[in-house]
């Protein structure tokens, strides 16, 4: 199992591939938890997000012989994920209340520890809170690269990759949604 | 005082990267070291950059790992009694050809009875038919044939039956 830790996600998927279901259970584990993060966004409901991270996994598994190399791993799974997500939401007729706030602008994406809450903790998390209002506020197609760039973290290149769109309409993209945010903020972060 | 663009413009039309490894462009950090408004703007997008990635992430559920078995345990359960309900390609191509052939040696068989014959309706009788031939004179004679043509012959055959029929009887 070490071992597996050190391989690539493709190398992992080429395994599987091959068989070797502790592969797939070391993808399961790299991705759990950001796959979780981004679909809450499109769901604002943690537990529907599972749903859907649950069923991209079992995708993963009945069609890991579709998976071609010429793809990274993060990218297929990504975008099983988000198809998943946006399938479920039109189906409940909530593709237009795609937003990261929850109903009636509660946040229920912050966890908050009740028990360690300082006067800091409590600017720290309206800041937190004011931010991601801010981003729900931002067109789809900024917000979502806001997201996938600055939360799960990914490159340009596979954004782009996910998204279909050149790498040059990510950087610009990114860049108008971060003066967008600037504009918004400019109170809370001086 | 007149307001500083520059940055923001670079940043606009794409010439500088908002994730701002600025400090490896000398021209961009010769502008900031001297304007304030620039330098804030770069400022203030890493700090709303670091605060979105800093925000708190969640987890997934204990459970999530239990579900994840039973759903694909129940996924897996699914196809394999889709595979056995499915018949293989080359089954289900025997399966279509015996269709056919049977469909077609059920054609030929009716053909062969003269269903689909053009003629039937003039001369071609469908199986063997016997006919009683009667004279003027009430004397009957009784012939089988299969068709008018083959009636007719019979009785120009019948020697005995040409001449009653010749002698107007």
Known sequence: MADLKRLSDEELMFRFQKGDDSAYNEIVERYKNKLLNHIFYYMKDREWAEDIVQDTFVRVYLNKDKYKEIAKVSTWIYTIAINLAKTALSRNGKMNAFSITGKDGENDYEIKDKHTTTDGDVLKNELSDVIMSSIDELEEKFREIVMLRDVDEMSYEEIAALLK????TVKSRLNR???NLRDALSEYIR | MEKCGRIEEMIISGSLETDLAVENDE?????????AECRALIDDIKKISSKIAGHEKIKVSDGFDHALKIKLEAAKNEISA????TVPFFTRMVYYASGVAAVMIGFMYISSLGVFDNKKSNDVITAPVTFTVASNNNETKTV???SLENLRENVVNDEELRLKVNAGE
């Open chain 1, 177 to 179: 949604a971060r003066l």
């Open chain 2, 82 to 85: 889709d595979e056995v309900k």
């Open chain 2, 27 to 35: 021209a961009v950090m010769r502008h900031i070291t001297e304007c």
């Open chain 2, 144 to 146: 089988t044939a299969d």
């Open chain 1, 165 to 168: 769109i050149p790498t040059g």
